[in-house]
């Protein structure tokens, strides 16, 4: 019996990479550089603002550049987050069906708290994202993030829940990590933001969904 089941946020339960696309490409507009398309961004999302800068503008950290385009990716989508996010199709329909089988569910993503509330907030103002979480770990809510395992062990904390009972869903290896040293089934969410050169078989998780309804199968 699953006794809850927790989400990554970020290329699990929502699309945020949109948000993502039109500001990299107005700082590339103004740096006279190519656009990029939202196909090959999906694949760079998962690994931060750091990732981003660096895949967007060929560069790496130590480049002049990149601690002013970061700074400028960052204040730009605190103005602009959820603007262009949506819930994965059929996300809404898995956790309609957690509500309604009464199995508590919550968040555990490596987003920073001040930006994962103003995404969500956004989104519930929006009528977008209509369930509300048992619970919500953000990065900095706990002093590791993933593949840490103490955000996912708060969460469990929080919904008064044992670990070992439950569920994790996520679209990156340290989602896997994380939920493994947990003692928790693992769900890789392979419509999400996987890397060019990830090979997702190597992760280990028990499970692999090419769609969100397909969770349910495991539950």
């Known amino acids: 019996m699953t006794a809850a089941v927790l989400f990554d946020l970020d290329g699990t339960l929502l699309d945020t990479a949109p948000d993502f696309l039109q500001i990299l490409n ?26 981003m800068v660096q895949y967007s503008f060929n560069i790496t950290e130590e480049d002049p550049q990149f601690w002013k385009l970061k700074q400028q990716l960052l204040q730009e ?24 089988a009464n199995i508590p569910w919550g968040i555990v993503t490596n987003k920073h708290a001040h930006f994962t509330k103003l995404l969500l907030d956004k989104l519930k103002m929006n009528a977008q994202f209509v369930h509300k979480p048992g619970c919500i770990v953000s990065g900095d809510t706990t002093p590791f993030c993933k593949p840490h395992p103490a955000p996912l062990l708060y969460a469990c904390k929080l919904l008064k829940v044992n670990p070992t009972e439950c569920i994790f869903v996520g679209d990156a290896e340290r989602d896997v ?21 990830e090979d997702i078989a190597t992760w280990g998780a028990d499970f692999c969904v090419d769609r969100p309804e397909a969770i349910l199968d495991y539950i």
């Open 26 to 51: 107005q700082l590339l507009q103004q740096e006279n550089k190519p656009a990029l398309l939202l196909s090959e961004l999906r694949h760079v999302v998962a690994g931060g603002s750091d990732a």
């Open 77 to 100: 989508y605190q103005r602009i987050v959820g603007t262009h996010v949506r819930p994965f199709e059929g996300i809404n329909t898995v956790l309609q069906h957690l509500n309604t």
């Open 177 to 197: 990590v994380a939920g493994k040293a947990c003692g928790m089934k693992t769900i890789v969410a392979h419509f999400g933001y996987i890397r060019f050169d």
